[in-house]
């Protein structure tokens, strides 16, 4: 079902600003490295204007290469004030979702931007309201598209209740601020690099929000070399039917390069740590694999804007059968071994 054309509330509408005179703010946090998911916001930005992107830290020169494949002319770099940061804990406060809100909006004063880019996680969607409250810009938190109307005009898509809408958001403010779901495109360098700047900008956190004190921080590793769950471009989700045995689960999304998840039911009964549902994380991958899992409305709201979903499971009338693309009706034990095997065979040009 396709639903209405809905327009972000703000002030007053503007004029839309031509592609060629507009510039996207991508932002990059951490900038050590840069994850798929912001290169897809940078293959984006450079349909949209011209691209820059926005830092709390000095990016290294593997990053700085990066980003000039992908057509990122400029780095602006945020640079904060030092006693505000110490009180709130140190260094690690410059990744605060207030501390990025501020950077974000001082970003935009300091180049007049039209245009702000971030990923759709659970900081960066935080940074981005305080971001577009501070601006008065329109704000809209996991687009699944973007790009302009016949007025020029910047305009998202995205799905809405639990998949059962979709819906194009029109920003009719000066200044759009946007959090892009992963997958949303498939990132592709530049035709031909740019060299690429850093400038530094100054960030007052006078007017921000309140600052937390930071008590310790503990960067999540990706599980055993795996993607992770929110930015993964392949998912294999486990759920009751596995009897807590994720042992093939496992070695699917190990033979696919996969994220491993799981239904609410599975990680309730102590069996996974993180489960896909509305109210667990919200997945968008290019190929999402369901094994014994029912399809509950809850966990469908959570994966079915997955671009291709496999579900396995040995009820022939599983819920999640009505929305998958692929049915296979049998035992996750047999059925995920023999897959993963295939795989693997093909892989390594044995297959056949």
Request: aromatic share 4%; hydrophobic share 45%; net charge negative.
């Amino acid at each position: 079902m396709t639903g209405p054309t809905q327009t972000t509330p703000t002030q007053t509408e503007s004029a839309p600003v031509p592609a060629a005179n507009r510039t996207v703010l991508v932002l990059l946090d951490p900038a050590t490295e840069v994850r798929s998911s912001v290169l897809e916001l940078f293959t984006l930005a450079r349909s949209l204007g011209r691209v820059e992107a926005v830092t709390l830290e000095a990016p290294t020169v593997e990053v700085l290469a990066q980003l000039g494949a992908y057509g990122v002319e400029t780095v602006r770099q945020a640079e904060l004030p030092q006693e505000a940061l110490d009180a709130a804990g140190g260094p690690d406060a410059r990744h605060l979702p207030a501390v990025v809100g501020a950077a974000l909006a001082a970003a935009v004063r300091r180049t007049d931007a039209d245009v702000v880019l971030a990923p759709a996680t659970f900081a960066a969607k935080e940074a981005a309201a305080l971001a577009a409250h501070a601006l008065g810009a329109g704000l809209v938190i996991d687009a699944a598209s973007v790009g302009t109307d016949d007025d020029g005009r910047l305009v998202a898509g995205k799905r809405v209740f639990a998949g059962a809408w979709d819906t194009r958001c029109a920003v009719t403010a000066e200044v759009a601020v946007l959090t892009v779901r992963s997958n949303a495109v498939v990132p592709e360098p530049a035709t031909a690099a740019v060299p690429t700047e850093v400038e530094g900008f100054a960030v007052s956190l006078d007017g921000a929000a309140p600052l937390p004190t930071v008590s310790g921080r503990t960067p999540k590793a990706r599980t055993e070399g795996r993607p992770t769950l929110e930015e993964a471009a392949v998912v294999v989700a486990g759920g009751r039917g596995t009897g807590g045995d994720f042992g093939p689960v496992e070695e699917l999304a190990d033979a696919l390069g996969a994220a491993v998840g799981a239904s609410r039911d599975a990680v309730f009964e102590g069996w996974f740590d993180r489960y896909v549902g509305q109210t667990g994380v919200t997945v968008a991958p290019r190929l999402y694999v369901g094994a014994g899992i029912s399809g509950a409305p809850h966990h469908r709201g959570g994966m079915q804007a997955a671009q291709v979903i496999v579900a396995v499971n040995s009820d022939p009338e599983a819920p999640i059968f009505e929305i998958c693309d692929f049915a296979v009706v049998g035992d996750l034990a047999d059925v995920l071994p023999q897959a993963a095997a295939a795989i693997r065979a093909h892989r390594d040009g044995r297959a056949g």
